[in-house]
């Protein structure tokens, strides 16, 4: 009697053990596919506030032709990306060309009084952060779901149900280069 | 971090029953000193009952009406929404509703009972004073809190410490009134047992707010170099806390809807304290927040 009570619970505790090490899994991986979709999302509000930025820049220097055609191509190009790398590249060269329009808008006083660009600027400043930070909580996500499947017992799990590791996000080598500016 | 997550969950069902605890008693002094039988013990009981689930729905709305914050709204706070959408994001939280003290001491608090029903407030002073990247860091600061489960210990406490004060304080004032008045009646009719019985009731109405500011100080110091520390890896940027920190040292301002009760919500402790007066490093035992230079010290040994 007393044996069978054992080995009832014996193996009550290694189903919850297994249940409960499963669901672990299942849910840190979901949240790593969570945050890379959300990377995306960040990137898409970031790409939307740009045309509203440039029509406001233009309304004061119409003449910088050069600038709004390299923003507007940049933003072309990081919207038609499509591999992570090819994604970070064209991200970095947008980068870059918003700085030069924002350096444009240095040397028109009245621009940078209006409120309405000073709203666009703070948003994009925004933007950029949240891009960041979404990077940023996907890189924690994989390394809490890495950590976990390479952890027993979970590591056994992982073995039987293929929950395969994960790779980091990681700035391309060029990209840890400051962008230069053109003038 | 999971575990600290777990330890304030259980922290908070604890002192909820303590809560129910001292509740209970108080109440029992008040109908022992006053009649009313077990009847009386079992609604006393009942209605503590009744103010504990009740702390554990409507702390943050009381929490926030006590200090009077409105809501932040989204055009007028802009960069306010914006940083901490962004945060939320680096943090994996759900925003907070956002909310505004209209005090020209920059503080800041965070409430809720899980990070689904949080709300985060800070004063006009802070978003005057603090630049771009110092408010960030406060921010971070203050949904760490939200992240790691704070919040829910110390709205709770704070409604407690002040529901229980309450109680006491009436059941004191009827035991002095009405002891003035028959007390001689009441010897009389209950003999030493009934005496017993009245200091006994007496001692646990003294004695209620007391145990009531213990459990507040249960919620210990420790938890907000957590909170700089956790706030720091959202941010990734100690600097910009730091530097908050010192703003916030080098500002003497009081804000003014802070009461003891509240005290140990902010960022930073938001009434005086007066460190030349006698006895200071005894208060110092009590105070809900450790001293800024310490936390900026620990934030640059990063």
């Known amino acids: 009697m007393v044996a069978v009570i054992v080995i009832v619970v014996v193996v009550l505790l290694l189903l919850l053990t297994f249940w409960l090490g499963y669901n672990g899994l299942v849910k840190r991986r979901n949240q790593v596919d969570n945050a890379w979709s959300q990377i995306d999302v960040q990137l898409k509000r970031r790409h939307d506030l740009i045309p509203n930025l440039v029509e406001t820049v233009k309304g004061y220097a119409a003449h910088e032709r050069g600038t709004f055609e390299a923003v507007t191509a940049a933003r072309a190009n990081a919207i038609n990306a499509q591999s992570p790398a090819e994604q970070a590249q064209a991200e970095n060269v947008l980068s870059g060309a918003l700085k030069s329009l924002f350096a444009v808008a240095e040397a028109y006083p009245d621009l940078k009084a209006n409120q309405n660009f000073l709203n666009l600027q703070e948003e994009l400043t925004s933007a950029e952060d949240r891009v960041a930070y979404a990077r940023q909580f996907y890189n924690d996500s994989v390394l809490s779901y890495n950590t976990q499947i390479q952890k027993f017992p979970t590591v056994l799990l992982a073995g039987w149900f293929h929950f395969e590791k994960r790779e980091f996000f990681d700035a391309a080598p060029e990209d840890t280069e400051t962008p230069q500016v053109q003038f | ?302």
């Open chain 2, 1 to 302: 971090m999971n575990e600290q997550i777990a330890r304030n969950k259980r922290r908070t069902f604890l002192m909820l029953l303590g809560f129910v605890v001292i509740i209970t008693l108080a109440a029992t002094a008040i109908v022992l000193l006053f009649g009313g039988g077990w009847v009386g013990v079992i609604i006393a009981f009942v209605i503590a009952m009744a103010l504990a689930w009740g702390s554990y729905y409507n702390s943050d709305k009381i929490a926030i009406a006590a200090s009077r914050a409105r809501p932040a709204d989204e055009n007028e706070y802009r960069r306010y929404h914006n940083l901490v959408e962004g945060l939320c994001i680096a943090a994996g939280l759900p925003k907070p509703k956002l909310f505004v003290v209209d005090d020209p001491a920059p503080n800041a608090f965070a409430t809720g009972r899980n990070p689904k029903h949080s709300s985060l407030a800070v004063t006009t002073g802070l978003l005057d004073v603090m630049n771009r990247v110092e408010l960030e860091g406060v921010l971070a600061h203050e949904l760490s809190h939200i992240k790691n489960y704070d919040i829910l210990v110390t709205t709770i406490a704070v409604t407690a410490v002040g529901t229980i004060a309450l109680i006491s304080d009436i059941g004191l004032r009827f035991a002095f009134w009405g002891g003035m008045t028959d007390r001689r009646d009441n010897n009389g009719d209950s003999g030493p047992i009934g005496a017993i019985i009245a200091i006994a009731s007496l001692a646990v109405l003294l004695l209620a707010p007391f145990a009531g500011y213990l459990m507040q100080m249960a919620m210990s110091r420790n938890r907000e170099y957590l909170a700089d520390a956790s706030g720091v890896q959202l941010t990734r940027y100690p600097p910009g806390l730091i530097s908050a920190l010192e703003k916030l040292r080098d500002d003497h301002a009081v804000v003014h809807h802070a009461t003891k009760a509240t005290a140990q919500m902010w960022i930073e402790q938001p009434l005086e304290t007066d460190e030349k007066k006698p006895g200071s490093r005894f208060n110092k035992l009590f105070d809900t927040h450790p001293p800024l230079e310490d936390r900026i010290r620990r934030l640059q040994e990063m």
